[in-house]
């Protein structure tokens, strides 16, 4: 694309992104006055020269990007040009139903690849989402297409998340590629200005890791006047000059700038009459003039990367860049009053009344329209795919008679792993550190980990017995993790997504210590917030490590699972309950209905995530009950495991593996109460969902129907005892809640269960207590 009508589109998409905020504030009603969207003002302008070139001039089809959170109204307005996203929306921007203040793939309607708005999140998907492009295309998937580049947009800001870095090692052992970050260096934050001397931290670290590194500090004209005599004194000035400094001149404009190099450089022969030949107006554009708002250098920068390394760009910006809010260290939460506006307004040349047409700010309109049909980028359309349903649902076989979920999740992906299904071959696993100890290693062994360059098993190869078969190869269908659990949730995001990003069905399946889930929620929300597809099993659960101590017993996770949008989450207590819940959940993370209306939350034609706690804690099995009724029963969330009679007293509901001194409990109080009732709870999530949604009488408004009002429910889990308190509301039913709301301690798994308060005997005195009759003995 030619220069100047590359410069003439920045100038549109300048002129289209604030005018969008000015409008979103000027119709905010008057409660909201204090809700000011500032910080998208400045911070989009910053990046409109970048996501301009790139867009524009350098992104092809098959690239996928990331944009920094704050310059969503630049990603609108730049799909608006191109016919993406409506004017309606864009004048709705901020409100109900507009543009999403956040690129969000699930919100709005132009062509998002990754949500952004979890900061830091955004950045380091981008480096997973291209190891699982290279594991598809290891396994010949995708290849038909060509690889590209995984893009982040960065705020420099963001830079402060751990989480960047933690995917900074993990791309390091994964041998990366095909991944760009470009960091909007404004150096300014929500509170302040960064730091002086950031960029060579930033450098070093980029480098440690093995990526290319591309400063991007002065742009054309800068250049330009480094090479005219007295030039080199500005390029030292400009170099040394404090951050702060530098900001608070670009606000105060060309007569500061001259001022103060003035003051600075003093009366220099060559150096003063460069000065002297330009105006204030032209002085002020030369030291804005950084390389992250110069196309012409963005655009020699991006096309000279001629290989397929990691690559950071550090481009130096200018927060607010082309608005009257340039530099001000206020300007996140500034915004133009009118009076400002209207002079930027008549800057940009946009007459009134045309502030909403898509060329009012072009200068040559006719070069522009030529050249937008032939722009690589969105010359093939939208770029989202679809990938055909894997309809071969596994079948299991039964498991040994005493076992744990844990074991029986081993053992039935083993099954999985030994036969050749469509499935099999499309299922990903990974884990951070813990693979052996949360039931993966047979599947493992039998599928092999992944690298893109085959690495042997050493122990094997000197004939050392093992029980693991750790050899690395492009045909692994295991991707081994370190321990960082924010890795492991953005990986299972990116596989997640790999139906649209890449056209290839993947279905990850994702272990982790259960306590650990909250290490990586934020990244667990993330992913299902662009509603990736994965299965995710969190084992042990509860107090079931009790020697380890309360770091490693969960106590809130299953309210997580409850409160987790996009995720169906379930405990069972057998394994035949498991392998019901598994071959339903392969088809769920599949499902692509309708989006869910309001109040419709179980999500069953639009389908989801899956969320697995399991437990070490073995189990005398029931049998193995594998008729369609007790398959329904299962996922639905809930089960009769003992009817309870026309005249009950009391119902035992329970989730998960404190099934057998539930069950204990109700044998021994058969003869003291009356038609007693035990309710298997395998999904309290899915029960929740069903009858909140207020959709006809849902699952477990039809289980409880038949209770009288004078029966008891009392409520035990290895879990925050909330998870099932709620049953009382269904029917208007009294409650007992018993389960885990403290730290626990080292002891065995009996210690702690009586030290709870859920062992047999705190259920019989529950029941005894809460119920009228003789004490049960």
């Given amino acids: 694309m030619q220069i100047e009508v590359l410069k003439d589109i920045e100038r549109q998409v300048l002129w289209t992104a604030c005018w969008m905020i000015h409008n979103a504030n000027n119709l905010r009603p008057k409660e909201d006055e204090d809700v000011k969207v500032g910080g998208h003002q400045a911070s989009s302008a910053s990046m409109v ?41 864009l004048e709705n921007f901020r409100g109900f139903g507009g543009a999403q203040s956040y690129p969000s793939r699930t919100k709005d309607i132009d062509d998002v690849d990754f949500s952004t708005g979890s900061v830091g999140l955004g950045v380091a998907i981008t480096s997973f989402a291209s190891i699982v492009q290279d594991y598809l295309r290891a396994k010949g998937l995708g290849i038909d297409r060509p690889a590209g580049r995984m893009v982040a947009l960065v705020g420099d800001a963001e830079l402060d998340e751990g989480n960047i870095y933690e995917c900074l090692q993990e791309g390091w052992k994964h041998d990366l590629r095909n991944t760009w970050w470009v960091i909007d260096y404004n150096r300014q934050s929500l509170d302040g200005v960064v730091h002086e001397g950031l960029w060579r931290r930033i450098e070093a670290i980029f480098k440690a890791f093995d990526w290319d590194v591309c400063v991007i500090r002065h742009g054309a004209l800068q250049r330009a006047a480094f090479e005219e005599p007295g030039g080199a004194a500005l390029r030292d000035w400009i170099e040394s000059c404090p951050n702060q400094l530098y900001s608070a001149l670009a606000f105060q404009g060309g007569a500061a700038w001259r001022a103060r190099l003035m003051d600075d450089l003093g009366d220099q022969g060559d150096f003063s009459a460069m000065l002297k030949r330009r105006s204030d107006d032209e002085l002020s554009v030369l030291m804005n003039n950084l390389g992250g708002h110069c196309p012409e250098t963005l655009r020699e920068v991006f096309a000279g990367i001629d290989h397929d390394r990691p690559t950071v760009f550090l481009a130096y910006t200018i927060k607010g860049w082309g608005t009257p809010l340039a530099g001000h260290k206020d300007n996140h939460s500034g915004l133009m009053n009118p009076t400002q506006f209207a002079a930027f307004q008549a800057a940009m040349g946009v007459e009134s009344g045309q502030e909403w047409d898509k060329f009012s700010a072009i200068r040559n309109e006719t070069a522009v329209q030529a050249a937008l049909p032939k722009v690589p980028f969105f010359a093939q359309g939208p770029r989202r795919f679809a990938a055909p349903k894997l309809a071969d649902l596994p079948t299991f076989e039964p498991v040994e008679k005493l076992i744990s979920t844990q074991a029986a999740f081993g053992k039935l992906m083993d099954q999985i792993g030994k036969s050749d299904s469509a499935i099999a071959g499309r299922i990903v696993t990974t884990s951070p550190d813990v693979t052996v100890s949360t039931g993966l290693s047979a599947w493992a062994n039998r599928r092999g980990l992944f690298a893109r360059a085959p690495r042997a098993d050493t122990f094997r190869d000197v004939r050392i017995p093992s029980t693991q078969k750790w050899a690395f190869a492009p045909e692994g269908q295991h991707i081994e993790l370190g321990i960082a659990e924010m890795n492991l949730f953005l990986l299972l995001g990116a596989a997640g997504l790999s139906h649209s990003l890449f056209g290839e069905r993947l279905l990850p399946v994702g272990t982790v210590y259960d306590p650990f889930v909250m290490r990586g929620l934020d990244a667990l929300n993330y992913a299902c917030y662009q509603d990736a597809r994965f299965m995710i099993v969190g084992t042990p659960s509860g107090v079931t490590l009790a020697p380890e101590g309360g770091a490693h017993q969960s106590i809130a996770t299953p309210l997580i699972g409850i409160s987790q949008d996009g995720l169906a989450s379930f405990e069972p207590a057998y394994a035949d309950e498991l392998a019901a819940i598994m071959a339903w959940g392969f088809d769920y993370m599949q499902r692509d209905g309708d989006a869910p209306k309001t109040g419709e939350w179980l999500r069953d034609a639009t389908g989801g995530s899956v969320y697995l706690r399991l437990s070490t804690r073995p189990l005398h099995q029931i049998g193995w009950r594998n008729d369609a009724a007790f398959q329904a029963a299962v996922v639905e969330g809930g089960y009769w495991l003992r009817e309870p009679g026309p005249n009950c007293e009391v119902v035992i509901a329970y989730q998960g593996c404190v099934a057998p001194q539930v069950l204990e409990v109700a044998g021994r109080i058969g003869q003291a109460r009356r038609d007693i009732g035990v309710l ?52 208007g039913h009294r409650v007992t809640s018993l389960g885990t709301e403290h730290f626990g301690q080292t002891g065995t798994v009996a210690d702690l269960h009586r030290h709870f308060g859920i062992d047999a005997a705190a259920i019989l005195g529950a029941v005894d207590r809460a119920t009228p009759g003789a004490p049960i003995a």
């Fill in 49 to 89: 020269s970048l996501l301009t070139t790139l867009y524009f001039d350098i992104l092809r089809p098959e690239d996928r990007v990331a944009v920094k959170p704050h310059a969503s109204p630049v990603f609108h307005a730049i799909q608006y040009l191109m016919g993406n996203q409506t004017l309606e929306k």
């Fill in 680 to 731: 298997a709870v395998t999904s309290a999530d899915r029960l929740n969902a069903g009858w909140t949604a207020g959709q006809g009488q849902s699952r477990v408004e039809r289980l409880l129907a038949g209770l009288p009002s004078h029966c008891h429910l009392v409520t035990v889990t290895d879990g925050h005892p909330l998870t099932l308190s709620w049953l009382g509301s269904v029917a």
